[in-house]
Antibody, heavy 123, light 109 residues
Framework: QLQLQESGPGLVKPSETLSLTCIVS??????????WNWIRQSPGKGLEWVGT???????????YYKPSLQSRVTISIDTSKNEISLELTSGTAADTAVYYC???????????WGQGILVTVSS | DIVLTQSPGTLSLSPGERATLSCRAS???????LSWYLQRPGQPPRLLIY???YRASGIPDRFSGSGSGTDFTLTISRLEPEDFAVYYC??????????FGQGTKVEIK
């Protein structure tokens, strides 16, 4: 059974980079045809799509980012570790949220989710 | 961005009752790429419905989705205790950014 687990620092200083990893177990990213999504949720608020990386076979990846975050966000895959990474540069308090990784059959559509990780941007 | 407006904001019902949740889009949703999620406190969202009316794996048939264009509905035929939670709709239209509605809370009356 596919399982996802987010990891990374829970506290990031303003202007620094938020770096998270989604550890995938019970299945291989490599060779899969899937959309791997990052979604965030600010405390007490609703859900916000951050970005998606699509895998198709072993070598074809494409990325999609929320336009307002595009200049700051990068999503990548490390097949050797079976992990998906999210980097968000120049962090601000507005980036404070629970970050979820998910896998599904479409952009932002996830049928498998990690438990989420709270990241606070504060000095 | 396409704005999704969910109504009502809060729905107060008793177990066994029928729940009808609405999601209205500010623009036409092509290909009916509209999904519904349930979220309980402290848990990640759980996919219920995708492409308007297809139930995700393991979702009981008391959950159903319908709609087209700009108006979509999630219906829960008979509320079970575990169904009291927050529900979100989410859209994807090619060439736009995916967005979520603000949520409808289904609470015990």
């Amino acid at each position: 059974q596919l399982q996802l687990q987010e990891s990374g620092p829970g506290l990031v200083k303003p202007s620094e980079t938020l770096s998270l990893t989604c550890i995938v177990s019970g299945g291989s990213i490599s060779g899969s045809n899937a959309y791997w999504n990052w979604i965030r949720q600010s405390p007490g608020k609703g859900l916000e799509w951050v970005g998606t990386i699509r895998t198709s076979g072993n070598t074809y990846y494409s990325t999609y980012y929320k336009p307002s975050l595009q200049s700051r966000v990068t999503i990548s895959i490390d097949t050797s570790k079976n992990e998906i990474s999210l980097e968000l540069t120049s962090g601000t308090a507005a980036d404070t949220a629970v970050y979820y990784c998910g896998r599904g059959g479409g952009i932002a559509v996830s049928d498998t989710w990690g438990q989420g990780i709270l990241v606070t941007v504060s000095s | 961005d396409i704005v999704l407006t969910q109504s009502p904001g809060t729905l107060s019902l008793s177990p066994g009752e029928r729940a009808t949740l609405s999601c209205r889009a500010s623009q036409y949703i092509s290909n009916n790429f509209l999904s519904w999620y349930l979220q309980r406190p402290g848990q990640p969202p759980r996919l219920l419905i995708y492409t308007t009316s297809y139930r995700a794996s393991g979702i009981p048939d008391r959950f159903s989705g319908s709609g087209s264009g700009t108006d979509f509905t999630l219906t829960i035929s008979r509320l079970e205790p575990e169904d009291f939670a927050v529900y979100y709709c989410q859209q994807y239209v090619d060439g736009t950014s995916p967005t979520f509605g603000q949520g409808t809370k289904v609470e015990i009356k």
